[in-house]
């Protein structure tokens, strides 16, 4: 499977974007997807997880209620909405598939990556 990022730009601080993985060369559908971002000078961290269906998904405690993972398997589509948008979400963000079940965090569980859009928030 191949992933591609997009949707990454300079924004405001209260500000919003709508992150975009686009999945080719597999069965999108049979995978978790996942979203991880790394800010400046930090390991790669866990942002948001959906599993294979979208029936459940999973938010590290710092993105609760500020972003949306959602996907669309017909169109091999995943996304991140995200919301009031702080300079500390500052970070190149990557979508990633992974062959387990449920909505794992941890990026050793993840099979593919994209290759990562950068998103800036401003003070």
């Known amino acids: 499977v191949q992933l591609q990022a997009s949707g990454g730009g300079l924004v405001e601080a209260g500000g919003s974007l709508r992150l975009s993985c686009a999945a080719s060369?597999?069965?999108?559908?049979?995978?978790?997807v996942g979203w991880f971002r790394r800010p400046p000078g930090v390991e790669r961290e866990f942002v948001a997880a959906?599993?294979?269906?979208?029936?459940?998904?999973y938010y590290a405690d710092s993105e609760k209620g500020r972003f949306t993972i959602s996907r669309d398997n017909a169109e091999n589509r995943a996304y991140l909405q995200m919301n009031s948008l702080k300079p500390e979400d500052t970070a190149v963000y990557y979508c990633a598939a992974s062959r387990s079940s449920g909505t794992p965090q941890s990026r050793y569980d993840y099979d593919y990556w994209g290759q990562g859009t950068l998103v800036t928030v401003s003070s």
């Open positions: 060369g597999g069965t999108f559908g049979r995978y978790a």
């Open positions: 959906m599993s294979w269906s979208g029936g459940r998904t």
